[in-house]
């Protein structure tokens, strides 16, 4: 990219990680307001579950072609086209929040926000030379961070004065991100308009061709959906097992998050400067050992605490590395990637979610649930290590 095409880089990263803050926020809110809504309307743990995993079931699959648009009109409109639309299931829920079927019905449409982050991807990355894209969408991943909000504010928000305040509060944070894409962003002057033809799905043909396409969907399914999923069951497991009360279990839900958070965008940078392959073996490797010891100490609170916060580090470097990767090794397909790849992260909170629920009931115990998310992380690593052998063999070949 030339120098001159750089100009509005910082703006355009700016406005997208603004757009995904806030809709992650909105996204994400039911997850912390949970045990509010499993005490005012009497709902099961199983139930609980089901409103917390329905925004994020749809958030994972409005991805795809939310990311194949992007590639076709640019990240400009259809991040403003997202951001209005969300406004719609907020206003609803503001209203309308005292059944579980209103959570689900509406859930459903609040979780087209989650798909943002299939927009944001190509946008950023269309900005930013291959040797920055890393710490580029590193940084839009910060994005995440909507998630600490809302486990900080929402229940708080919702204690202070009662549980239409918080939609109402992400409506504004919506509408005014809204109102500054419609003014200032635009797209880079490299983006170009996708020239495949045929079908709206024929981007996606990239799977068929090339296999190697499905291995970050695996990645990000554990790295992206293991952090959806605790982030968004530790207030009410916090509130079961230790007995804390909501907004103590929701902040500290947030301080997950945030060490998160934190971890992506260096987990972005490690992925600039030794490669997304390494940072991803060393974060499967650490997730697989901390799942294990979580599920049979999670009684305990000190090494809880201990060991949820340091997985939360390396799940966000795992998803700040994940991307780097699918520049890399697709950049004339970004978006239609990004779509899947994001679409899994987002199943990835999903099952676990009621994985996490349904264990629980049949067994009384969480202990096989984070067994199962040690042993997908191991299986991760021997996918990732098969992978570094076959572009290892393949690169030799050329050379």
């Not at 997202?82 to 019905?105: C, K, N, Q, R, Y």
């Not at 991807?121 to 600490?148: C, D, H, S």
């Not at 991100?177 to 003014?183: D, N, P, R, S, Y």
């Not at 997985?311 to 779509?339: E, R, Y």
Request: aromatic fraction near 12%; charged fraction near 10%; charge should be positive.
């Amino acid at each position: 990219m030339k120098l001159e095409d750089r100009k509005g880089s910082t703006l355009a990263l700016v406005l997208a990680t603004l757009g995904f803050l806030f809709t992650f926020y909105a996204w994400s809110m039911l997850g912390p307001l949970s045990p509010e809504f499993k005490d005012q309307l009497g709902l099961s743990t199983l139930q609980v579950a089901i409103v917390i995993a329905v925004p994020v079931l749809m958030g994972s699959i409005m991805r795809i072609p939310l990311g194949i648009l992007t590639d076709r009109l640019g990240g400009r409109k259809v991040f403003i086209g997202l951001l209005a639309f969300t406004l719609l299931p907020l206003g609803a829920l503001a209203i309308w929040h005292d059944s579980f079927a209103a959570l689900i019905v509406i859930g459903f449409f609040l979780g087209f926000a989650g798909a943002s982050f299939a927009i944001g991807v190509p946008f950023v990355n269309k900005w930013y030379a291959p040797e920055r894209q890393g710490w580029a969408l590193g940084i839009y991943g910060i994005g995440m961070g909507g998630t600490v909000l809302g486990g900080l504010t929402a229940p708080r928000i919702a204690k202070a004065t009662n549980l239409t305040v918080p939609f109402i509060v992400a409506i504004a944070l919506i509408g005014i991100t809204l109102a500054l894409f419609v003014l200032f962003a635009r797209n880079s002057p490299t983006f170009e308009p996708s020239k495949q033809k045929g079908s709206f799905l024929a981007p996606l043909k990239v799977f068929k061709e090339r296999p190697a396409a499905w291995a970050p969907t695996l990645y990000y399914f554990l790295v992206f959906g293991g952090f959806v999923a605790m982030f968004a069951f530790l207030p009410v497991f916090l509130n079961e097992v230790h007995h804390l009360d909501k907004p103590d279990a929701a902040a500290r839900a947030a301080g997950f998050a945030a060490v998160a958070v934190v971890g992506r965008p260096i987990g972005g940078w490690l992925a600039d400067k030794v490669g997304a392959a390494w940072v991803l073996r060393v974060a499967f490797v650490a997730i697989a050992v901390l799942a294990v010891i979580i599920g049979f100490t999670y009684e305990e609170m000190v090494p809880l605490t201990i060991c949820c916060l340091t997985t939360a580090g390396f799940l966000g470097m795992g998803t700040g590395a994940v991307f780097k990767l699918v520049a890399q090794d697709f950049p004339d397909v970004v978006g239609a990637v990004t779509g899947v790849v994001g679409a899994a992260g987002g199943l990835g909170g999903f099952f676990p979610l009621l994985t996490l629920a349904l264990i629980k009931s049949w067994t009384g115990s969480y202990t096989p649930a984070f067994i199962l998310l040690g042993a997908l992380a191991v299986i991760c690593l021997v996918v990732l290590t098969l992978m570094s052998r076959r572009r290892t063999v393949a690169t030799l070949a050329v050379a």
